[in-house]
Structures are given as C-alpha cells and as structure tokens.
C-alpha cells in the first residue's frame, strides 16, 4: 500500500474551525501528491514539514503557495549518568492550574508557526500549548512529567514520551520569575533519569532555531544539534493547484 502523504489533524481542526492536514517529511517530489491530498479532503490549511537541508523541499513548497513560518532545531545526547536535583517531582492533577498559567505565560510570544500566522487567532494559539501541557500532565501527551518547585510554588515542568531507545523532551517552561536557577535543565535531567531507567539511552529536544535559552541548556545537558526542520502553512486560497 502507498504510504499516505499528508493525514488530516482532528486536534488542530477543531481548535482553529476548519479543516487542518499535516505532512512531515516532505520531499519536492510529494508536492503534487500533498496538493492533490489538500484539494480532494476540502484542506483549509496545510502544516508541512521537510528537512532544513532540503532546499529543493522549501523551493517547491513556497512555488506551491507555502509559507515558511518556522524553522526548528533538533537536539539529541545520551542520556548517560544524570543526578537527580532537589525540588524536582512528578506533576500531579492539582498542578493542573499552575501547570496551565505557566503554559500560558510561558508560551505567550513563542514564535511557533501557529503564532506566526496572522490567520490564526493569537488566543487559539496560546491555549494550544496549555492544552498541551495539561494532556501532558494528565498522561495522555507525555508518559513523564516533572514539575520544579521553588519556595512551595510550581516554578517549571517538563514532560517526555518514550519512544523505543529515544525519550523526547516534549515541552517544557520555566516562570519568568524563576528563570536563570537552572530549572530547565533541572527538569531535563530528571526526564534523563527517567528514560534510563525505562531502559532508553537518547534524549531528543527540538526547538525553535531562535530560541537561545532553550538551546544553551540542551548542550549544558549534553545534547548536539543534529538535524533541521522547516514548516510551512499552505491556505487553500494561496495554493498553486497542478493542472
Ligand atoms: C527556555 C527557558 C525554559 C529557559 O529558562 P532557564 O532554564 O531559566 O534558562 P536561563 O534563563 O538561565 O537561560 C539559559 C541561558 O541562556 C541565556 N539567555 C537567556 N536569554 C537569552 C537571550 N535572549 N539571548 C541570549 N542568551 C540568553 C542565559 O543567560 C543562560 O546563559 P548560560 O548558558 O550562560 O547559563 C525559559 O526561557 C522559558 O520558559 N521560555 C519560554 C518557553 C520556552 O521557550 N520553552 C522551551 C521550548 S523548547
């Protein structure tokens, strides 16, 4: 069977009202093939992701209509011997609303893709990254998650999936007041103990390619750049159909 290149994505559908489809990894040769997926599903827009290198991808993708509104870089390290730090724990369900306004604040002014487009409704895309965290936090985005703790108050959480020998660092925040202590890597840390000892041994981050802080402390955790990821929005009134 050929493999399907684009999926629609029933999340982003109904946080946005229309209908959303997703395709990663594209090549300039799927462009035609995800055009024709957007025009026989009734796509009102397009997530698609190729590889950073790959400028014959982008090319093709931006002559089809597409924006380019992120790029992103991906982290990856061993999760080799990793200390545990004091005031890390495992978040629980009354976390919930100090889970959430962090999410909130944290990923106010983060330039994603979706807060990238003009588009999309600036509140929409905040709460995406609540929503997130609190499927995190609630085990159905991320099967660990830690929150920091600083004074008695939730300061930062991380959460992580597992995936064979890899363990992804999902998505993480740290209060604007309690930023510049090492929360970040803290949460990190114990996310790398964590996949050990579920018998992973990589951790993988991705980030956005200006967010500095964030990639400061993957390579104080040991992580390298290794790969790149660039995302488009297509709208269904800016696609250049093929005849
Ligand atoms: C990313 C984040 C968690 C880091 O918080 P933190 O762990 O407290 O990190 P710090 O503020 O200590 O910053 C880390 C490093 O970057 C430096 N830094 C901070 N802001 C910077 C900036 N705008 N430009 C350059 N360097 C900066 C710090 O000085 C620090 O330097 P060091 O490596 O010498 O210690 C925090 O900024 C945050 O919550 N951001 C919003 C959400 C987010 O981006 N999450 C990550 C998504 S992948």
């Known amino acids: ?41 009734e796509v009102e827009m397009l997530i698609a992701r190729c590889d950073g290198a790959d400028q014959a991808a982008a090319r093709a993708l931006a002559d089809a209509g597409l924006t380019l509104l992120e790029t992103q870089i991906t982290y990856r390290g061993s999760l080799g011997l990793q200390s ?6 495992a978040g629980v369900a009354d976390d919930a609303l100090a889970v959430a306004e962090l999410a909130r604040q944290g990923f106010k002014d983060l ?21 997130w965290a609190l499927r995190g936090l609630a085990g159905e985005a ?40 090492g929360l970040y890597t803290a949460c990190l840390r114990r996310g790398m103990v964590w996949g050990a000892e579920q018998g992973a041994d990589e951790m993988i981050g991705i980030t956005a390619h200006g967010n500095i ?22 709208w269904r009134d800016r696609l250049v159909m093929p005849r």
């Open 111 to 131: 330039a994603g893709h979706y807060h990238a487009d003009s588009r999309l409704s600036s509140h929409a895309c905040e709460e995406i990254y609540v929503d």
């Open 142 to 181: 991320a099967e660990a998650f830690y929150v920091a703790e600083v004074e008695g108050r939730v300061a930062a959480f991380g959460m992580f999936t597992q995936s064979g020998a890899e363990v992804t660092f999902q998505l993480s925040t740290v209060a604007s007041w309690a930023r510049g202590k």
């Open 213 to 234: 802080p964030a990639q400061r402390n993957l390579i104080k955790a040991g992580l390298r750049p290794v790969a790149g990821t660039s995302t488009f929005h297509g």
């Open 84 to 89: 545990r730090d004091a005031g890390i724990r």
């Open 1 to 41: 069977m050929e493999a399907q290149v684009a999926s629609l994505s029933p999340l982003d559908s109904e946080r946005f009202g229309i209908v959303v489809a997703r395709a990663d990894g594209v090549s300039a040769a799927a462009v035609p093939a995800l055009l024709s997926f957007a025009r026989e599903h």
